[in-house]
């Protein structure tokens, strides 16, 4: 059961601004797709690379989010199972959630990493038009991955914390 935590204010404002970032991309991909419509209307054509923008926009918006998400609770989760154990399960379960969370984390960001260096050593550009660099978008993916994971695994050790003293109140 996710009980009710608060994370510092560095971290939750490095989240906010990244969702911030991301609503600014919205903003600027709807206004792309706004003008590509009217282009195609009023002069009968395209504006070169708006599919090669449009992809870039939607990963770094896709991704973007996530931090903010996880550390305000705007996301999907399921506590039917957990709300029905013990303080002693829960705590184990947050240990576990802690654990698989490093361990996901750290091997993300290694894979991101990895297919980072590997665009920015081959010179990996889109395949349409533009031939936009890839990296960039590689670069927000990786930034938004380790934002996100540091959010959940501080929210999480927090969790365990608020369960911990739920625990030793329980004992008295």
Do not use: C, Y
Not at 141 to 156: H, M, N, Y
């Amino acid at each position: 059961m996710t009980e009710d935590v608060t994370l510092p204010r560095p971290v939750l404002m490095v989240a906010r601004t990244l969702s911030v970032v991301a609503g600014i991309l919205l903003l600027g991909l709807i206004l792309l797709t706004i003008a590509d419509v009217i282009s195609r209307n009023a002069r009968d054509r395209s504006i070169i690379g708006t599919v090669d923008i449009a992809t870039m926009l939607l990963v770094a918006i896709a991704f973007l989010g996530l931090a903010s998400a996880e550390a305000d609770g705007r996301h999907v989760a399921v506590e039917l199972f957990e709300s029905r154990v013990g303080v002693r399960t829960r705590l184990v379960f947050s240990a576990l959630r802690t654990l698989l969370l490093i361990g996901l984390g750290l091997l993300l960001a290694w894979g991101l990493s990895e297919v980072l260096l590997s665009a920015v050593d081959r010179g990996e550009t889109t395949n349409d038009i533009l031939r936009l660099p890839t990296w960039p978008a590689k670069v927000v993916l990786l930034a938004s991955f380790v934002v996100f994971f540091v959010v959940a695994i501080w929210k999480e050790l927090l969790t365990a914390a608020a369960i911990r003293s739920e625990l030793s109140g329980g004992q008295r």
